[in-house]
């Protein structure tokens, strides 16, 4: 390792450590976003969830007790028109009528190097329930700590986009989430 590596990794360390106390970050802060993107005949569409409820109990000194919970209403999915917007939350991808929220609760936290976690949990949508690993990235932001995730939903394993929509030649397999979550103490 170079020394301005090294220096930089012992600047991130020291200034991450100083974050850490026995007091978790526990208020989820105005700011927290959850953003999903797809591709539909080879042009991205972007969108958001303007509402969703995260609770956090998150210290990063110690993973052994972190706890993250997070309930996304289904209904407020928004890609930047109604007509879109009604198709996403009609019966053929979110159902959001029969399955007002899709949701994430973490099972477990494993320390993955300097500000970097697994978080081990389980993903439902649309009446379908599984196992999901993702990787957070944790960084302090003054005296909020912001915690980021980006992961990839293969979407016919979630019976997202049924119907007409299956075909995965229309739109694409994959959609990519980031989940920001800007946490105070």
Not at 39 to 59: E, L, N, P, S
Not at 70 to 90: E, F, K, W
Not at 147 to 167: C, E, K, M
């Amino acid at each position: 390792m170079k020394a301005t590596q090294l220096t930089a990794a012992l600047a991130f360390t020291v200034a991450f450590a100083a974050t850490a106390s026995a007091t978790p970050y526990t208020r989820v802060l105005p700011g927290s976003a959850i953003d999903f993107s797809a591709t539909q005949m080879g042009v991205t569409m972007k969108g958001h969830f303007a509402k969703f409820d995260a609770r956090v109990a998150f210290d990063p000194a110690d993973a052994a007790t972190d706890k993250l919970s997070l309930q996304v209403d289904a209904a407020s999915a928004d890609a930047g028109s109604s007509q879109t917007n009604g198709l996403i939350v009609g019966a053929d991808w979110l159902d959001a009528a029969h399955h007002p929220q899709a949701a994430f609760v973490a099972r477990r936290f494993t320390a993955a190097g300097p500000g970097r976690w697994w978080v081990d949990g389980t993903f439902s949508v649309k009446g379908h329930s599984a196992p999901l690993r993702v990787l957070a990235l944790a960084h302090a932001s003054g005296a909020e700590l912001a915690l980021d995730a980006d992961f990839t939903l293969q979407r016919l394993q979630w019976a997202l986009g049924s119907g007409a929509w299956a075909d995965t030649s229309v739109v694409g397999a994959s959609i990519p989430v980031h989940v920001h979550l800007l946490l105070g103490r």
